[in-house]
């Protein structure tokens, strides 16, 4: 097996060097999860379940049970995801293929709207949920999440669309096929690599969102598990091996996820090239 020449030696080795801290941050976190107490990184009590208590008890210290923390999760994350990706495709198709005014004016808008820092909104958002009635719910925050994440999505399907070929298209037109079935039937399955890969990236981008929830969400039945893992951090004594297996438990889906999708997420650069 022949070997690396020097220079990619010495990229593997700083790549190594960038991820030291992150492996030890998962290495503590694993040894804190599962051992009853951790000096640094070396335990220094035997392994014990306690840490995972929140599993099987279903209140700890008040807060609602975790099975409840992750079914909002999971309904926030895959709502967010289906919306996403169903009104991002709908729109890049028709900014791809059809040519109607402001066209250029309305493709610069996304791009700003994306660039826009969605916590300088979050008193306007909070004002406009509260007099829809809306605030303190799960399908205030999802509106928002998918509404805030369009933006990139639209600009991203858009890409594939474009790398359609127009002749099949018009052969279909010619052949008194409608435009609902054209995107339906046709356009949409063939940029399949760009809806998983987009359905990937906003599973994940909404998994890990902390300040929407966080800032729209009061009550604990409504909480998702960033919520339910902050709980702890702002009590007078933290439990560390408590915070370290909840934290645990919360990464696993999202590692999971991350596994199954990291091929499809590397479509995403295939995408948004042309104009």
Known sequence: ??????????????????????????????????????????PVEPLSLDNWRFLWE???NGRPSIWIALGNSLLFAGTVAFIE????????????????????????????????????????????????GLFDTLTGVILVKAALELPLGIWLMKGFFDNLSWEMEMA????GASRWTLFWRIALPMVRPGLLALSTFALLSAWGEFILPFTLI???????????????????????GLVAAVGLFYALPVVLFFILGQ??????????IKG
């Open 1 to 42: 097996m022949p070997l690396l020449p020097p220079r990619w030696r010495l990229v593997l080795l700083l790549l190594a060097a960038l991820s030291l801290p992150i492996a030890t941050g998962l290495l503590w976190l694993f040894l804190t999860a599962s051992f009853e107490r951790v000096h640094g990184l070396i």
């Open 58 to 60: 279903p209140s700890i």
């Open 85 to 132: 990706v169903l009104v991002a495709s709908m729109a890049a198709y028709a900014i791809s293929r059809l040519n109607f005014p402001g066209r250029t004016v309305y493709l610069g808008l996304i791009l700003v709207l994306h660039a826009f820092p969605a916590i300088s909104l979050i008193i306007a958002i909070f004002y406009i949920l509260r007099v829809l």
């Open 172 to 175: 279909a037109l010619v052949d």
């Open 218 to 240: 009061v009550s604990g039945q409504r909480w998702t598990l960033a919520l339910y893992l902050q709980s702890f951090l702002g009590e007078s004594f933290t439990d560390f």
């Open 263 to 272: 091929r499809y997420l590397l479509n995403l650069y295939s995408g948004g």
